[in-house]
Structures are given as C-alpha cells and as structure tokens.
C-alpha cells in the first residue's frame, strides 16, 4: 500500500519504512499470540509509511511506538450468581488506549470471543475512528467474555451490576465514557447506568452513551452505526456519479448495525435481499421487511430463522458465511470482524459487487481488501463508514454537557454532516500522500495526523 510521491525521496521513504517495520516488531514481540490486534496494527501501519517519509518530526517524537501502547489496561474479575443459584464467573476488560484528543471513548462487548487481544484491536482502531468524527474524544474500548444470549434479564442483571462495580472506579464523563458493541444493547446500559448512579451517589449522565431517551439518551443514537454506514457508502457512490437506487444490497448479521443499515439503503430505494445471525441467513428475493426483523431481533430476541415463519416465500440458509455468495450491487458487512475472507471476497468481486460499506469492526480480513482494491470496488473500512455510532455519542455527550436534548432531524443531520466530512477527508489525505480514491489509507492517515500533532503538543506522557 506504500507510494513514494514526488515530495520524498527514496533514502526518505526507506527510513521511514524501516521506522514502521521496526515498532511493528516491537508491537508483536510485546503483544505475544495477540493475532487480532497485530491485524489492526499491521493494517494501519501500511497506510502510514508516506505519512513518516514527508513528516520525520513523527519519527523524532517516536509517536507510533507510543500510540500502540495503551495508556492503561484494566482487566478484572466479575463474579455472579446465575437464576440456580450457581456462582460464575467472568472476566472483564477495559483499555484506555489514547486520550490525546479527549476522553477514552469506546464500547463495551459481551461475547464469548472477548479477550485482550480482541479488546486492543478494538480501541487501537478506535483511536482513529473517534479523531475521523472531528468530535473531541479518544480511543477505548472494554467489554467481557459474558454472553448475554440464552440468560434472563435478572442474569444479566446480577452480572452487569457485578461488572459496573469494579469498571465505576476507572470511568466518568471527563475520563472514560463507555457504550454499547455487540451483546451490549438497550438493557445492558441501563442496568450498568443504575448501578454506576448508585456507587457513585450522583446522576453522571455523560458517563454512559446509547442510554434510554427517558434518562439522558439521544434520539437517532440507535440508527447511528447503520444510518451512518450507508450515508458513507452513499457519498463513495455520488463521488462516481452512481446512487443507492436500484441497486441489490447484501446486510450481514441482524443486529442493531444491520436492521438501521437495512432500513436507511432501503429508504434510498435500495432492494436488501439478505441479513444474518450466528446460526444462518434470510434471502428474500422480495426485500427484507425489516419491520419483521426488528420485532424477532430488538422485541422478542429471536433467531433470524423465524423471518421465513411470517415471510414463507423468503429461504432460510443453515450458516451465516455463505451469504456473500449472493449476488449483489452492494455488500454492508454489518455483523463481527473478520467475516469476510479472500474466499468470500472473491466470490462478491465475480458477482458483480461494486461498493463494499464496513458496518461491523473489521469484518474484512487484510487479503479481502487487497482483493477488493485491486478489483476497483469502491471500499468504505470500518474506522471510517461505522464511525457513525461513536460520533452520535459524542453528541450525546454534548447534550448531557449542556443539558439540552436535541430533535431526531438535528441529530440526524449532524450526523449526516460528520459521515460527509469523514469522505471528504479521507479522500483528500490519500491523494495528498499519492494514494488516489484509496479510502482505507485516507482514513488511516486522515485520523492518525490530527491525534499525532496533539500528542506532540502535550510532550512526553
């Protein structure tokens, strides 16, 4: 992904690729078997070479052996007691990766695949989503290996008040702000909000985002990572003179994410054909109604495969990874990282598939973007096209700050406004760093920059 441009000279260029290559070894020595935080690392350090040739003030400030080394990690245990009267037990994370432009802010997960390496890939690329935003807010992210699904709401009662009564001591408005990520919805926050009102003995209502509307939540915080996806995808569609209207659009998983991915491409008179869980995949040849969708996944917490009890026409698909064999104009990987692999992306690049959104946190492995660039798929990565979810959030910071709630159409536009802006400036870092329309090393560049200059800013810390 490295380009020598005209400004850097070759000697240039090779000093700054032997600074990147050099940390990256740091990163994976002091990072052992950490497999999915050496992707994120790697994926970002590719981009950045130019950025060090044109630039050695970053080098002499050593700020990327410093930005891929969390400011603090928190890791504890969460004992509860399940509705039989078991004591279980889980493991809790948090990383407070940078602060160099505000606060940690990040979500919180809740799934079985959590670990530390999964939590350090997830804030490492949260430092540069947030600093896309243009919104005042650093890179964290938490979460634990507690899976939700399959436990009453007084389980994931017992647990989360478990876990809020260790994390409480390490957040607050000015500090850490948590949200929601995968398994951590709606309930969840509310149950931790309480809990940390109650230990804290106050109403901090900024300390939380993705709260309920009737105690200091946003409107339009729900739709945000799904409308702000498409609106991203939509303008790497205008920039070529092409729109969603028309157009055939795959949405993997089903979750909160996808069902607003779904309704807003749909909105734009795009057709959906097709969302998934964890266990398979709807085709429905007609649309998916995601009416039907949001009562099974956000009402009753079913599986996906009960769409075809109310659709009999849709098809129900044993296994959520073959739905990128689907032919489509558009694909809106929406549900975990690393869904989809060279196989897979393969198979969208013969079926015609002409743009690519990341709704989900790196669904793509590094060989699928390779195969998409190469093939000219229009490629919105996820630190740029789902930055939509964190930047509602820092706008409900702001009217936690101000105490002043704002309407679904203003929240809506800002956030309209933000996915533009994010386009506009990763397009314009990748051509300025000799990467023309190369949407993964814009953003990359276009977030790193603005959180590099406030580190050196503030000295040696």
Not at 393 to 422: C, G, Y
Request: proline share 4%; net charge negative; charged share 20%.
């Amino acid at each position: 992904m490295t380009t020598i441009t005209n400004e850097v000279t070759q000697g240039e260029f090779q000093a700054a690729k032997k600074y990147v290559d050099d940390v990256y070894e740091i990163v994976k020595k002091r990072n052992p078997g950490e497999s999915e935080f050496h992707q994120a690392v790697q994926e970002i350090f590719e981009s950045l070479t130019p950025v060090f040739a044109k630039n050695p003030k970053y080098i002499q400030h050593n700020i990327l052996e410093r930005m891929v080394e969390p400011e603090r990690i928190i890791s504890f245990r969460v004992p509860w007691v399940d509705d039989n009267g078991n004591v279980r037990v889980n493991r809790g994370y948090r990383v407070q990766f940078s602060s160099a432009i505000g606060p940690y802010k990040g979500g919180l997960r809740f799934h079985p695949s959590v670990s530390a390496s999964i939590i350090k890939f997830l804030g490492f690329e949260q430092i540069f989503k947030n600093s896309l935003t243009g919104q005042p807010i650093g890179g964290g992210k938490g979460g634990s290996d507690f899976d939700p699904k399959g436990k009453s709401d007084n389980e994931v009662m017992r647990f989360t008040q478990s876990f809020m009564t260790e994390l409480y001591r390490h957040i607050g408005p000015d500090i850490d702000v948590p949200a929601g990520d995968i398994g951590v919805g709606a309930r969840e926050i509310g149950y931790m909000f309480g809990q940390y009102k109650r230990l804290r003995g106050g109403y901090e209502a900024g300390v939380l985002t993705g709260k309920g509307i009737q105690y200091g939540g946003s409107l339009a915080r729900t739709e945000a990572t799904g409308f702000g996806t498409v609106y991203f995808v939509d303008e790497m569609l205008q920039d070529k003179g092409q729109t969603f209207d028309g157009r055939t659009v795959v949405v993997s998983g089903s979750g909160n994410v996808s069902i607003y991915a779904i309704e807003k491409a749909t909105q734009l008179g795009a057709k959906v054909v097709a969302c998934s869980d964890s266990n398979g995949y709807i085709y429905d040849e007609n649309g998916i109604d995601v009416a039907t969708v949001k009562q099974l996944k956000e009402v009753e917490r079913k599986r996906i495969s009960e769409y075809v009890n109310v659709h009999p026409t849709a098809q129900y698909v044993e296994g959520c990874s073959s739905i990128w064999s689907i032919p489509c104009d558009i694909a809106l990987p929406c549900a975990t990282q690393n869904e989809i692999n060279a196989e897979a992306a393969q198979m969208l690049v013969n079926n015609g598939v002409k743009a690519i959104g990341e709704g989900a946190n790196m669904p793509s492995t590094l060989e699928a973007i390779e195969i998409f660039l190469k093939n000219d798929v229009l490629f919105g990565p996820a630190k740029a096209a789902n930055a939509g979810g964190v930047a509602v959030s820092a706008l409900e910071m702001a009217q936690n700050s101000s105490r002043v709630p704002w309407t679904f159409e203003e929240v809506d536009a800002k956030l309209h406004n933000i996915m533009k802006n994010i386009f506009k400036n990763s397009k314009e870092a990748a051509a300025e760093f000799g990467h023309e329309g190369n949407l993964v090393v814009g953003a990359n560049i276009a977030g790193f920059v603005k959180v590099a200059d406030a580190m050196i800013s503030q000295g040696v810390i």
